[in-house]
């Protein structure tokens, strides 16, 4: 094993004063996460993810990319303004102009961070950067100094480090750590690297680099080939103590990291490896949700810790075992990461106070026009069904989240459908100017119908990539939970929709999805700006 003491010591010895068993978790599903394809959050919904990650406890939280786009610049400049608690980071390549773009997004924050990366492996030196080793080496000192003017929390990452030669990565690691950086990322940034040589680079920088005892190091793995969290895992054991890592393991191509899984694997197993971290687990459940919720990606049933099944037995001999004694088939219990939240809490005639109440028991707080808007969603709801459970409330606020006045908005809708005659619907849409506009449409099914409709009624020839429907609940009157992946003029985009419908639901979610890419499309002069300023950004 290799040296574990890596954040810069405070009076008492311990690092930062911090013991040297605690790992940091740096939470980047606002900005890694958001870059899977057809992710679309709004101002609002990031805001709300990242309230619900202070909540959770992460150490940090990257909350995006400023340079991009005004729109996340804006919301990374909310998140700061707003959150407390964790440290607010801001991603930056080593240019000046992205390293002030970041600061000003973060400077608001209590403790912001300015996180800036170049790449050091031999094949995006020459093929994408196109420059050379010295040249690199110079970005980097320029960088992190000119970081360092502006805030005294600066990370640096060496791109692509699990492809670099260490040797000469090392070069780049002592020259930021020299300007002033205070955390040294190590990313296995496209996911190749095996558990064995991931620890094996980190034990060479440390024998290469002394002055890493100094500062906190951290690993940033992705998914390719299935190994994130065991790479991760074997560089916390090789003396990194801080992870980056996202919630459900969203990300670029495989995803990230799993959040859930690292943290939990280190509180399970943690009499065996001596390592926690300071998250509260029991709002892993409810964080997965809502960022599953409001990105529109469902977490696969099978997934460990937040899947459906990780809980489950079907087995007649788990289930046998389970019964007499939970620990014989499971290994963590379900009420640790907050599965037990689906308690009846309110009915149709409960009042603006009690569902206030509710909410806030919930960790969710909100007054004047919003709980007004959430309170008379709230007694729709409650008209269609018996109980509002805690479940109901997170789908109904978080779908009051994706509101926006300027989008295209549903206003009513009609369609006939039968097992003899053709589905057909017809639609009446509120535009993101105010105006009500009308469509017909016929198709395979009421969906289709419905959707068809809709693209009439705004003009707008939506393609739909991916169609999903769950139940927030198993009641049979549940509420329906849509999510739809569309294409529109050759850009990917989600959309939600909740309702006791699941048409409403569906037509909501499309409308959405076609709002998130009309405004995707025109938030920045052009999007291949954006995918340019994003094509770099797996640090």
Request: some cysteine; glycine content about 8%; proline content about 3%.
């Amino acid at each position: 094993m290799g040296k574990t003491m890596t954040d810069a010591r405070s009076s008492d010895g311990s690092p930062n004063g911090r013991q040297p068993d605690q790992v940091r978790i740096f939470d980047t599903t606002l900005r890694d996460g958001e870059q899977s394809p057809g992710i679309s959050l709004n101002v609002q919904e990031k805001l709300e993810i990242a309230h619900q990650l202070a909540r959770l406890g992460v150490d940090v939280i990257e909350a995006g990319f400023p340079i991009t786009s005004p729109g996340d610049a804006k919301a990374v400049s909310a998140i700061a303004k707003a959150v407390e608690g964790p440290i607010i980071c801001g991603l930056a390549r080593t240019s000046a102009l992205d390293i002030d773009a970041a600061w000003n997004a973060i400077k608001h924050s209590e403790r912001p961070r300015i996180h800036t990366f170049i790449a050091t492996s031999d094949i995006h030196i020459e093929r994408k950067l196109q420059t050379t080793r010295e040249d690199v080496i110079g970005q980097a000192r320029a960088a992190v100094a000119h970081a360092k003017e502006y805030c005294d929390d600066v990370e640096f990452s060496p791109e692509d480090a699990s492809r670099s030669d260490v040797e000469y990565m090392a070069e780049v690691v002592r020259v930021a750590i020299e300007q002033g950086a205070t955390t040294i990322n190590i990313p296995d940034t496209v996911g190749y690297t095996m558990p064995h040589e991931y620890a094996d680079i980190f034990r060479r920088l440390y024998e290469l680099v002394p002055e890493l005892e100094n500062v906190v190091v951290s690993v940033h793995c992705h998914d390719d080939l299935g190994l994130a969290v065991a790479n991760s895992f074997a560089g916390v054991m090789a003396g990194a103590r801080q992870v980056e890592c996202a919630v459900n393991g969203i990300g670029e191509r495989a995803g990230n990291a799993s959040l859930e899984e690292i943290v939990m694997l280190l509180r399970t197993r943690r009499s065996s490896v001596g390592l926690d971290t300071g998250i509260e687990t029991r709002e892993i459940a409810r964080t997965s949700r809502l960022v599953s919720r409001l990105t529109g990606y469902p977490v696969q049933p099978n997934k460990a810790i937040v899947g459906r099944n990780a809980f489950a037995h079907e087995a007649g001999i788990h289930q046998d075992g389970v019964l007499k004694d939970r620990t014989t088939y499971e290994i963590m219990d379900a009420t640790t990461i907050g599965l037990q939240t689906n308690q009846l809490v309110l009915g149709k005639h409960s009042g603006r106070h009690a569902l206030r109440n509710a909410l806030e028991e919930m960790g969710i707080r909100i007054d004047g026009q919003a709980l007004n808007t959430a309170f008379k969603r709230f007694k729709e709801i409650a008209d269609k069904k018996k109980t509002v459970t805690a479940l109901d409330l997170e789908a109904i606020v978080s779908d009051e989240i994706r509101e926006q006045a300027e989008a295209y908005n549903l206003a009513s809708f009609e369609v006939h459908d039968s097992s003899v005659t053709v589905p057909s619907a017809t639609v009446s849409v509120t535009t993101p100017e105010g105006e009500t506009v009308t469509g017909e449409g016929s198709g395979d099914g009421a969906v289709d119908a419905l959707l068809k409709a809709i693209n009439a009624a705004t003009g707008r020839p939506a393609v739909l990539k991916e169609y999903h429907v769950d139940a927030v609940t198993p009641d049979t009157d549940a509420l329906g939970e849509a999510s739809v992946l569309i294409e529109l003029d050759g850009r990917l985009a989600s959309g939600q929709g909740v309702s006791t419908d699941t048409l409403e639901a569906s037509g909501r979610a499309y409308l959405r999805a076609i709002s998130n890419a009309v405004a995707g499309v025109t938030a920045v002069g052009s999007v291949s700006e954006r995918a340019a300023a994003e094509a770099d950004t797996d640090a």
